[in-house]
Structure formats: structure tokens, C-alpha cells
């Protein structure tokens, strides 16, 4: 076989949420739970697979609005608050359950990983994690990949440039300002793509980006390769896909390597089981119940019982073993594919949402690690960098991508149905007339240029897909609803404002500080192309 290589790829994404003025909300609990279940365990695997000596590869998208929170003075500050509650409460958790040994070394286990992650998250990283993966983009071991701005469903505004134009301009802004490297590739939010994006992508200076598979197996025409190797657009711009079948291996919900019996299951929580009172020291209930951490039980029981305590080290073994079939799997792919296609080199592409290793698999990162260190004592198959695979030729054969995403239905029913469909006449009226005052004001400055950039931002984040599937979900409606419509809001308030020409400098200053993202925005951004 010739060469053949394996490509992951994480999508970091998580909607801006920041409310200064409301410690403990639910929402911001959710940035604190991937710190600690996703970014810092990965970290701790990336630093062993280097010390080590394990060669690994892997591409990260990290959206600008995680970016901005991970960077953020006031949500760093209470990310250690809550994993001291976190720790103290575990320490209480010790008593309550005395009587139950299994529990007991379950919260021990649980009480070690909550202080490794402050030791590392305070001491060794000083609180700034995006550092670290920097460190190890300038190593070689990770791509971080730009993308937009916010999560802003691209097809949705494909008939007003000016937006698609602001989200990935704005997008590379924050990517610059914690980022060393030069971005080569571009990832697209729910991998969300049209057929004409590739010449934006392209006059922008990206050099590839990566689309769901049924994107290139109903392209006009398919591509010969395949999922195999990169297709190429009309202007001369490649797309990798997703090969659906092997994510789906991994994290489909009944039949999944994530769903195996051995592994925790994250949805036990003490956080939506136990008294009010017995959780107070944790967080407030009135603010909602979320995850603690401190589950106690796997999906099921060895033995068929369907409530078991859960064994780590039997999950883990689980872990190694289920990261070796998917290799073995992959490798076999890989062969089959390299003999049809004459011995040309072959790929496959991997890509899943970050969160789900750590989040929504425990032992998700463990698994990762392993499918790394099983790779590199194999000769058959290596993994590699999207970026790599652009460089080695591309096929002559042009081919025109469908629409497509990544959602479950593959394409726009999650962010435009009935439930959200009032929201996008107020997005889009908001964004034309963003256009318009980014023609009509050019080159103001002072107060009026403080008031256009905050309205610009308002816009990127009114256009972020969070809130339309939120929609979807009952208990996240009424939070969605309103973050949406404050958005709208601000930006209305502001272009009223200069019509009148009267703004009043204690609400921007107020709101600035609330939605203090993109602090080096441009609302030229939003101006018509010359």
C-alpha cells in the first residue's frame, strides 16, 4: 500500500457567554465543564504523547467567541472559583456517602482530576491554555484551523457577501491575536457549505477546508477519488470530506464505541439527582441544574444490570481496545481504497465536535491517546495534518460540491424551521442595515466609530447558529430567545442613535463591557467590496 494517513479533526466551538452581573448561570458552567473534561485533559495527553516520544497529529478549529472566553479576566477567575467549590463540596460528598466504598473511591478519583486540573489549569499554564496549544501548532503537532467569527450558518447569507465577508474577516482578527501561526485552513461551522463559497474561501488565502461526505459523493461530478483525497472545485480550491461512517463508529448514541457499558455515564449526575440543599455549596438550583462531575455510575452493568457502579480501570481497558479496532478499521479502509485507486495516496478525514471527548464521552481524550500511540507502531498507516495532504498534488479533475452540513439531517432543517424561522427576517434586516452605515459612515471615529463597531458586533452576534438551535431545545428557549433579541436590540438602538445623532455614552459603555468580544473589531468589515 502507498501512502496512507488518517486526519483528525476537533471542532472547538462554544457560544459567547459572559453575564458579569450573574455569577453561577447556568450557561457559563458549560465553558467551565469543557475546560476541565475536554481541553485540559487533551492538553495533559498532548504533553504525554511528547514526552514520550509518540508522533501526533491532529487540527483543532477554535471559534474566536471560545477564544474570547478563554482569554476573558472575569470567567478565568471564575473557572478556579468553581473548581474550588468543586473540590470542597467533594471533600463534604466523602462524608455524605461513607457508607458506600465504591462511591467513595469514585469521589476520590473524581477529587484528584479537579485538582490536577487547578494545578494545571493555575500553575503550570497560568490560566491560559490557548498558550499551550499555540506551543504545540509551532511544534507541528496541531493545526488550528481559522473560521468565523461566530457560529454563523454560512448558506443561510449566502445572497449578502457583505456578512459571509465580516464573519471571516473578524474571524481571522481574533485568530491573530492568539495565535502565532499563519492559518492554511478554514473551517466552516456545521461544515455548512455552498457552491460558490470556494471562491471567498480561496481569494482570502485558505487553502482547504473540509465538508460532510455527502458534499463530495453528490458532487457534480464525483469525485474519482472519492473521500480518499482532497477534491477540487472549479477554481482550483480543494475540500476535504468528512468520512461520516468512521465518526458515526465512534459517536453514534446506541451503537457507537462512546456507547459500551464499561464507559461512565455522563447524564448520572449528582447534579440532577440530589437535594437542593445537599448542592447548595455547589451552585444554586434556582439557576439551574447542570453537570457536577461527580457521577458514580457506567451506561450499564457487566452483567446485564442496568445500574453499576462504574470501574475505571476497566473502562480504560475498554478505551485501548476500542481504539485499536477503529485503527485496525481505518487501516483496512485505507488499503482497500489505495489498491482500487492504483497505489495514488489516500487520506481519511475524522472530524468531530471537541466537547464530545471529555464531555460527552469520559473517556473520550483516553481513546484519543491510544489511537495515536497505536498509530505510530504501525508501518500501514500514519496520521498527518490536513494541510500536508493539499501540498502533495491534487487531482486535474474538477467537481462541484452540493450543499451540505454536518447535521444530522445533512443539511438546514436544524437552523431553519418552525421553531427559529421568526428569527432570521430580524437577523438579516439588522445585517442590511449594518451594510448601510458601514457605506454611509466610512471613516468616522471617536464615539460614533465606538457605537458602529459595537453594533458590528451585535450583528456577528445575532448571525450565530447557538441561539436557532436552541430553539430547538425546550428548556434552552427562553435563554436563546433572549440573547438573540438583545442582540437585535443593541444593534437597533444604535442605528437609531445615528440617525438622531444621539447616543448615550453610559448604555454603549455598559453594553461594551457585557459583550466585550472582538475588542479589535473593524465595522468597515460590513462595507461593500470596490
Known amino acids: ?12 466551538q462554544l457560544p459567547f457567554v459572559r453575564h458579569p452581573d450573574t455569577p453561577g448561570c447556568l450557561e457559563e458552567s458549560h465553558l467551565f465543564n469543557a475546560i476541565s473534561d475536554t481541553y485540559l485533559p487533551l492538553l495533559r495527553s498532548c504533553t504525554a ?19 474570547e472566553m478563554l482569554s476573558d479576566p472575569l470567567l478565568r477567575a471564575r473557572y478556579v472559583d468553581s473548581l474550588d467549590r468543586s473540590i470542597e463540596f467533594g471533600l463534604a460528598e466523602l462524608d455524605r456517602c461513607s457508607s458506600s466504598p465504591e462511591t467513595r473511591e469514585l469521589i476520590k478519583n473524581h477529587l484528584d482530576h479537579l485538582q490536577v486540573n487547578r494545578r494545571d489549569y493555575v500553575e503550570i499554564y497560568e490560566r491560559d491554555i490557548l498558550k499551550k496549544f499555540d506551543y504545540f501548532a509551532t511544534r507541528g503537532n496541531i493545526e488550528i484551523l481559522a473560521t468565523t467569527a461566530t457560529a454563523c450558518f454560512l448558506p443561510l447569507y449566502s445572497d449578502i457577501p457583505e456578512a459571509i465577508n465580516a464573519q471571516i474577516e473578524t474571524g481571522l482578527l481574533t485568530y491573530r491575536k492568539h495565535f502565532t501561526a499563519i492559518p492554511s485552513g478554514f473551517w466552516l461551522p456545521a461544515m455548512a457549505w455552498y457552491p460558490g463559497l470556494e471562491n471567498t ?17 453528490f458532487a457534480d461530478p464525483v469525485p474519482d477519488t472519492g473521500l480518499f483525497a ?12 468528512r468520512d461520516r461512517l468512521a465518526c ?32 447548595s455549596p455547589l451552585f444554586d438550583v434556582k439557576l439551574g441544574r447542570r453537570i457536577t462531575g461527580f457521577r458514580y455510575w457506567s451506561h450499564t452493568g457487566l452483567s446485564g444490570e442496568l445500574r453499576a457502579f462504574y470501574q475505571p480501570d476497566k473502562a480504560h481497558a475498554r478505551a485501548t481496545a476500542d481504539a485499536d479496532e477503529f485503527i485496525e478499521r481505518r487501516a483496512a479502509a485505507l488499503s482497500k481504497a489505495s489498491a482500487f485507486l492504483e497505489n495514488a495516496p489516500v487520506s481519511l478525514v475524522c472530524a468531530f465536535p471537541a466537547q464530545f471527548f471529555g464531555g460527552e464521552w469520559f473517556e473520550g ?8 500511540r497505536a498509530v505510530a507502531l504501525r508501518q500501514d498507516i500514519h496520521f498527518s495534518l490536513p494541510s500536508s495532504g493539499v501540498k502533495e498534488g491534487l487531482t ?19 437552523v431553519l424551521n418552525s421553531s427559529n424561522d421568526w428569527m432570521y427576517p430580524f437577523a438579516r434586516k439588522a445585517t442590511e442595515r449594518m ?13 460614533k466609530e465606538r457605537a458602529l463597531c459595537m453594533a458590528a458586533r451585535e450583528i456577528l452576534l445575532s448571525q450565530a447558529m447557538d441561539w436557532f438551535l436552541m430553539m430547538n431545545e425546550k428548556d434552552r428557549v427562553e435563554y436563546a430567545r433572549r440573547r438573540f433579541e438583545d442582540a437585535i436590540k443593541a444593534f437597533t438602538v444604535v442605528y437609531e442613535s445615528l440617525g438622531s445623532n444621539f447616543i448615550s455614552t453610559e448604555w454603549l459603555t455598559r453594553i461594551e463591557k457585557t459583550d466585550n468580544l472582538f475588542s479589535n473589531i473593524n465595522y468597515r468589515v460590513f462595507s461593500r467590496k470596490k
Open 365 to 372: 481524550i483516553a481513546w484519543l491517546e491510544r489511537t495515536f
Open 1 to 12: 500500500m502507498s501512502d496512507a494517513s488518517l486526519m483528525f479533526v476537533l471542532d472547538a
Open 230 to 241: 482532497p477534491a477540487v472545485c472549479p477554481n482550483g480550491f480543494p475540500v476535504y470530506a
Open 201 to 217: 474561501l480561496k481569494a482570502y488565502g485558505f487553502q482547504y477546508t473540509i465538508l460532510e461526505s455527502h458534499g463530495i459523493l
Open 248 to 279: 458515526l463508529e465512534v459517536i453514534d448514541p446506541r451503537s457507537g464505541f462512546a456507547a459500551a457499558g464499561e464507559y461512565l455515564d455522563v447524564d448520572k449526575d449528582i447534579g440532577f439527582e440530589l437535594d437542593e440543599d445537599t448542592l
Open 49 to 67: 504523547l511528547e514526552t514520550s516520544g509518540v508522533p501526533f497529529s491532529l487540527a483543532i478549529a477554535f471559534s474566536p467567541t471560545l477564544c
Open 435 to 447: 451594510i448601510d452605515l458601514a457605506e454611509r459612515f466610512p471613516d468616522d471615529s471617536g464615539l
Open 396 to 414: 486535474k479533475k474538477k467537481t462541484v460540491p452540493c450543499v451540505s452540513s454536518w447535521h444530522d439531517n445533512g443539511y438546514a432543517e436544524d
